[in-house]
């Protein structure tokens, strides 16, 4: 566990940025309690400070995993996130989209999101915007990049794609292993 | 469907459309049909009879005439002949069992009763056979006639037979009684109701055999004297048999009655077998064990050699031990049930036999699936609502949990519905949330699960403490974990910490836990129908091996505890396992008792089957009758154990033969002190010898101790106040002296330190003045003891 650089830090909040917008505050001030962003094997975790102190008496190998993992920097120094940090994308998300539910079975396989399922949008998104993605009965199932501005949608044909997809809850069970 | 029964009994038309070919009705096994021929039979037999009897009656009644028309006066003297007649013929049966008589050509229609009479007595013979056990005669040829004697004869050979079969003389004495009589009271309902129906002989025939069973052994004669008599009436009915007969038709008589004799005295046999199989079970020999059977022979065999262990000492074989009745019915589980044998053994050390049967049979059944809803995401109901929604027919598992589902079918696979993905459930089996619910974790603790894959256990747990506090979540598998990961993150939880280390050795890294959940590795005895192969590819080794890294993580577990008193709320470790042995479950758990300072507590569940305190050998704590035991046929949930133990302080209490090898190190010649104490109070007849011992054990324990300590403390004692003085004049006269000094406050932390050694020298003078009151109770009750 260790605190992340300056430069990672940029990094990750500017992703979480696209999704959550200025909430990210709303993350690290928090009232109960003082959270924190660590970095553990090329991981970013999220967790209080009472988490964090008990966690830091394991050694490197022996921990695992420690709150919730956020997502990771590959190789290139960029920083992914991972579907893993979806219980606080969504609550905080600016731009959603909902989608059918003929259309959710397509999503949680991986596939992009076309107009045909998509049921509503929020108004004004941009295009290039992180989204996350959520059934019509609320339920998160996912995250992506609007591939079309909101009044772009209207006009789009039912097979264009107006989102793409980034992670959506399907990886809990086909990429189990690279979860951590 | 199967096909079904014909209820209406409309016939199925024929014609196109139609199945060129249906299947017959079933037929039925000849000796099933048995019955029935043979009321066809009868029924033809009555026909021809009625028919005969009708001819005769007519002759008779020709006769009548004739005698009425031509002496008039001889009338009443005839009638008297007639009654003579009847008489006569009870006379000689009174004295000798008489054959039945079959002919329905017999005069005055006295055949058909009496061959109504002889079906009954072929049934009788039959259910007689049936009743009493069946042993081999030493079959007399003497009772079998001459095939020149009439039909009648081979009648009642056969019956004869069927008597001398029965050795007990009692039995015989009474059937052939019995006979006598029925035969006597056959031929007064035949007598009296000449004209009557059938039917109506048929009553008194039964009112025969109501009597007989009244009726005790009569003594009836010799079979000889049967034979002879037999004889004698066969030549009173052999002449008007002979004369309506043609000789074909006896014959074909004879022939009838011939095989009809075979045909019971086959049913008997066969009644005999199904008896022997039934009632008294008969051991097999070496090869027949080793002949492979059917499965439905083996499961035969183990029904029968249960049931003679049920009632051992009734249905045994004399010269067969329990024993081997046991291997038998251990060789034939382990074929039928395709088990190993070692492990078959310890089930039924486990259980009592008919027990063994359900539970072997459950765990041929597989569990149920069910789910757990997250508490953290979700409601019960709103899960619910939205997989049956999806196609899923589900219930609540029952009363005693409020997050558990049990699922009877589904269109779609539970595993991959939107909102598993979203980790509204997990899949998780009922046993799985006892535990957790024993372990009642609060919110803000600090909680291990210390071998968690696949975190089902421990989500629960997060689940509880509504993400507050910190779960630790631990498994030495590092594959494994990667499924805790996968779950915890999916079902919403943040405040875990995932660690990847041997359990046995967690206590290095952290300490001081509230509630600690250890569900051990285990065999796995208790999820047999999860993992079949558990029944073949377990031995010993395999046994010991789990147990022992269950002792070490139950000790490592209670070491990273926090105890009773440090603790507001906690202090309290869950262990369980999904095995149902014994030794991985009580022994375990009495071995942490003995070897941490731990107490057993009730682990809240109100259900389940209470643990062994006693086992086998094994003489285990009591409490241990706190843990639970969790059967697949009583609960239909895996086999399960929990037990809840309390951590009550951080002390290592020292097994006793430690503590005695620790004191002969302390001192030689106080343990050949105690020793001979202890041989003078042995050879003192005290009534509560054994309390007393264990007292007097502690308390020579505490004077060796203080012994040992005692003089050189004393010497001290009386030295110090003049070595302080000493060393305080030193440190007057050596200010300057800094080394000096030093030591003096060296010597100072001495004193103190003697001082205490003081108090605790008072103390254990206290404890001498017990051991010596203690003592006086001692030789005042060795005194009593002289006196009585």
Redesign the interface.
Same mark, same amino acid.
Request: proline share 3%; hydrophobic share 50%.
């Given at each position: 566990m260790k605190i992340l650089s300056d430069e990672r830090t940029k990094s990750v909040f500017e992703k979480l940025a696209k999704f959550i917008g200025g909430n990210i505050k709303l993350l690290i001030d928090r009232p109960d309690g003082k959270y924190c962003f660590r970095e553990h094997k090329d991981r970013v975790y999220y #967790?209080?400070q009472?988490?964090l102190d008990? *966690?830091l008496?394991?050694n490197k190998?022996?921990?695992?995993? *420690?709150?919730?993992?956020f997502g990771k920097f590959t190789k290139t120094n960029k920083f992914r996130l991972h579907?893993?940090a979806l219980?606080y994308l969504a609550p905080y998300a600016q731009y959603k989209i909902w989608l059918k539910p003929s259309a959710?079975?397509q999503f949680?396989y991986g596939h992009h999101v076309l107009k045909s399922g998509m049921g509503r949008i929020t108004e004004n998104t941009p295009k290039n915007q992180g989204v996350v993605i959520f /059934?019509m009965n609320d339920?998160?199932?996912g995250f992506g990049t609007s591939a079309k501005a909101t009044a772009d949608c209207k006009h789009a044909d039912p097979i264009a794609i107006v989102c793409f997809n980034q992670g959506d809850?399907?990886e809990?069970?086909r990429n189990?292993?690279t979860?951590? | 469907m199967g096909r079904k029964a014909k209820f209406g009994e409309e016939k199925q038309k024929k014609g196109p459309g139609r199945k060129a070919k249906k299947q017959g009705d079933p037929s039925f096994p000849k000796h099933l049909k048995e019955n029935v021929e043979k009321k066809l039979k009868s029924s033809r037999q009555r026909k021809r009879a009625r028919i005969a009897t009708q001819k005769l009656e007519a002759k008779a009644l020709l006769k009548e005439m004739k005698k009425a028309a031509i002496i008039e006066e001889k009338k009443i003297k005839s009638a008297g002949k007639e009654n003579e007649g009847i008489i006569k013929k009870q006379v000689p049966r009174k004295k000798a069992p008489v054959p039945v008589l079959k002919e329905p050509e017999d005069s005055e229609g006295e055949g058909t009763t009496e061959y109504s009479d002889s079906d009954e007595e072929l049934q009788q013979s039959k259910a007689k056979k049936l009743t009493k056990t069946a042993k081999k005669s030493q079959a007399s040829k003497k009772n079998l006639f001459d095939e020149d004697q009439s039909e009648e004869d081979d009648d009642n050979d056969e019956y004869e037979d069927n008597d001398l079969d029965i050795p007990d003389d009692d039995s015989e004495s009474e059937e052939l009684g019995d006979e006598e009589i029925e035969d006597e009271e056959g031929d007064e309902g035949s007598d009296m109701g000449e004209e009557e129906d059938e039917v109506e002989g048929d009553e008194g025939s039964d009112v025969g055999e109501e009597e007989d069973e009244d009726s005790n052994a009569e003594d009836s004669g010799d079979e000889e004297e049967d034979g002879d008599s037999d004889g004698a009436q066969d030549d009173d009915y052999g002449d008007s048999d002979d004369s309506d007969m043609l000789p074909i038709e006896k014959a074909n008589k004879k022939l009838k009655k011939k095989m009809e004799k075979e045909k019971a005295d086959a049913a008997a046999e066969e009644l005999e077998m199904n008896v022997t199989t039934h009632d008294v079970f008969q051991f097999p020999e070496g090869e027949e064990v080793e002949k492979m059977e059917g499965l439905q022979d083996v499961q035969q065999r183990m029904k029968d050699v249960i049931m003679v262990l049920s009632d051992f000492k009734r249905l045994r074989e004399p010269n067969r031990s329990r024993k081997e009745y046991l291997e038998l019915l251990l060789k034939d589980l382990c074929l039928y049930y395709s088990y190993n044998e070692f492990l078959m053994e310890k089930l039924m050390e486990i259980f009592p036999l008919s027990e063994l049967m359900e539970f072997l049979e459950a765990s041929e059944v597989t569990r149920p699936v069910t789910l757990r809803a997250n508490s953290l995401k979700t409601r019960r109901r709103d899960l619910a609502q939205a997989l049956i929604s999806r196609g899923v027919n589900l219930d609540p598992i029952g009363k005693w949990t409020k997050v558990g589902l049990v699922v009877f079918n589904s269109q779609v696979p539970l595993?991959?519905t939107?909102?598993y993905?979203?980790? +509204?459930y997990i899949l998780q089996g009922a046993s799985s949330l006892l535990p957790v619910m024993a372990l009642a974790p609060q919110e803000n603790e600090?909680i291990l699960d210390m071998c968690s894959a696949p975190g089902g256990k421990a989500s629960h747990i997060a689940a509880i403490m509504k993400n507050t506090g910190?779960l630790?979540a631990n498994d030495a598998n590092k594959d494994r974990?990667? *499924?805790?990961?996968?779950n915890? +993150?999916?079902l919403?939880i943040?405040? /875990?910490?995932?660690?990847?280390?041997d359990g046995r050795k967690y206590s290095t890294? #952290?300490k001081g836990f509230d509630r600690i959940l250890l569900d051990a590795p285990c065999t796995g005895t208790g999820v047999l129908s999860k993992d079949p192969s558990v029944k073949t590819n377990k031995d010993q080794a395999d046994i010991d091996k789990c147990v022992n890294l269950q002792r070490e993580l139950i000790l490592s577990a209670i070491d990273c505890l926090s105890s009773a008193d440090k603790s507001k709320s906690g202090g309290y470790l869950v262990y369980s396992t999904c095995s149902i042995l014994p030794e991985e479950n009580e022994c375990v758990v009495d071995f942490a008792l003995k070897h941490r300072d731990v107490r057993l507590v009730p682990t809240g569940l109100d259900f389940g089957v209470d643990g062994f305190a006693n086992f086998r050998q094994h003489r285990l704590h009591p409490s241990l009758k706190l843990s639970k035991r969790f059967y697949p046929h009583t609960q239909n949930m895996d086999g399960f154990f929990v037990a809840k133990l309390q951590k009550l302080s951080n002390k290592i209490p020292q097994s006793r033969k430690e503590r005695r090898i620790e004191e002969a190190m302390e001192n030689p010649e106080g343990s050949d002190k105690e020793d001979s104490e202890e041989s003078q109070e042995d050879e003192k007849p005290v009534p509560k010898k054994s309390g007393n011992k264990r007292k007097m054990e502690e308390i020579t324990k505490v004077i060796k101790g203080d012994k040992s300590q005692k003089k050189p403390k004393l010497d001290s004692d009386q030295q110090l106040p003049k070595g302080q003085k000493r060393h305080v004049q030193n440190v007057a006269k050596n200010r300057r002296n800094l080394f000096k000094m030093v030591k003096n406050r060296r010597n100072l932390f001495k004193v103190a330190k003697n001082r205490r050694n003081l108090f605790k020298i008072l103390k254990n003078r206290k404890n001498l003045f017990r051991v010596a009151k203690n003592r006086k109770n001692l030789f005042k009750v060795a005194k009593n003891r002289r006196k009585l």
């Open positions: #967790m209080s009472a988490i008990l *966690a008496s394991c190998e022996q921990l695992i995993c *420690a709150g919730t993992c579907i893993t219980n959710e079975q949680l /059934s339920m998160p199932l809850i399907g809990y069970i189990e292993d979860l951590i | 595993g991959a939107p909102e993905l979203a980790g +509204h600090r910190v630790f974990i990667k *499924a805790v990961v996968g915890f +993150h999916r919403g943040v405040n /875990s910490v995932i660690t990847n280390v890294i #952290m």
